[in-house]
């Protein structure tokens, strides 16, 4: 498996110099995010080419790209009104294309949720139709379009995440699973999702809770690591496990030091 970290910028570096601080603390692949600053679905392509060769020049690969908090969020597939549902849309199959261009595989979807204005059945309708319109897209570009379990209320079970997956009968519509996401969340255990999710996931996001719903820093919490690991190696997964986690507030570069040591380490689990 590979270390991947969500990648921010560094305070007074630039974008070149932070992606390289990345490279150097030994992480393999990094997760860029839209709207967090230096990466929009309108980046022109020469932007987006200066980015894909920053990476590179770190020696880095782009893991996997965010849709971010504009279309996960703000504007959700779910939306009550119709007008923001259609921006999402649209605005996810740029994301797709953006995706691509930096050379991708993967874009990290919140596939909307339940509100005080969205019930369930509403929200299951809207998501299926706006996944299936933007899967299509996923599926012409060559980029998983990953469904991530979230704080969401909704899709709150490893049987309703499959069911809603394997309804699009499109293998571009996959799983991101984030483990600490499981137990912040009490939807179960992270090995059981695995296993049931199988290879659905494409990607998966790893950060610690503690069980009474606290999230830490790798190693700090009740994951239980070495029932995660297996559970992975069970079902074929050998690609990123991406750290989603904040840098500190000081010395930021001994953060991401220390969360590739902690990634060797879960990888490492027997």
Do not use: Q
């Not at 691509?100 to 299926?128: F, H, I, N, Q």
Request: negative net charge; glycine residues 8%; hydrophobic residues 40%.
């Amino acid at each position: 498996m590979k270390k991947g970290m969500c990648f921010t910028p560094l305070d007074g570096l630039s974008l070149e110099d932070s992606l390289k601080v990345y490279g150097d603390a030994g992480f393999d692949g990094v997760e860029l995010a839209f709207d967090k600053g230096y990466l929009t679905i309108d980046s022109d392509v020469d932007h987006i080419r200066r980015i894909r060769r920053a990476v590179e020049s770190a020696g880095l690969e782009v893991a996997s790209v965010m849709a971010g908090p504009v279309l996960n969020w703000r504007m959700p597939i779910t939306h009550p009104d119709e007008a923001v549902r259609r921006r999402s849309v649209e605005g996810f199959k740029k994301a797709l294309e953006v995706t691509a261009k930096l050379g991708a595989d993967v874009l990290l979807m919140v596939p909307g949720a339940v509100t005080e204005e969205t019930g369930y059945e509403e929200a299951l309708e809207r998501s299926r139709e706006a996944v299936e319109e933007i899967a299509a897209k996923a599926e012409e570009v060559e980029v998983y379009l990953a469904v991530e379990n979230v704080a969401n209320r909704f899709l709150l079970s490893p049987l309703e995440m499959r069911s809603f997956i394997d309804s699009f009968a499109n293998r571009w519509v996959g799983m991101y699973l984030d483990v600490g996401n499981i137990l912040y969340c009490r939807a179960g255990y992270p090995w059981d999702w695995i296993r049931i999710m199988g290879r659905r996931i494409k990607r998966v996001h790893v950060k610690d809770c503690t069980r009474d719903g606290r999230i830490t820093y790798l190693l700090e919490g009740d994951v239980d690591w070495r029932r995660v690991v297996e559970a992975l190696r069970d079902v074929g997964y050998d690609s990123y496990l991406t750290a989603e986690l904040p840098l500190y507030r000081r010395h930021p570069k001994r953060m991401l030091e220390r969360t590739v040591k902690d990634l060797e380490a879960i990888i490492s689990c027997r």
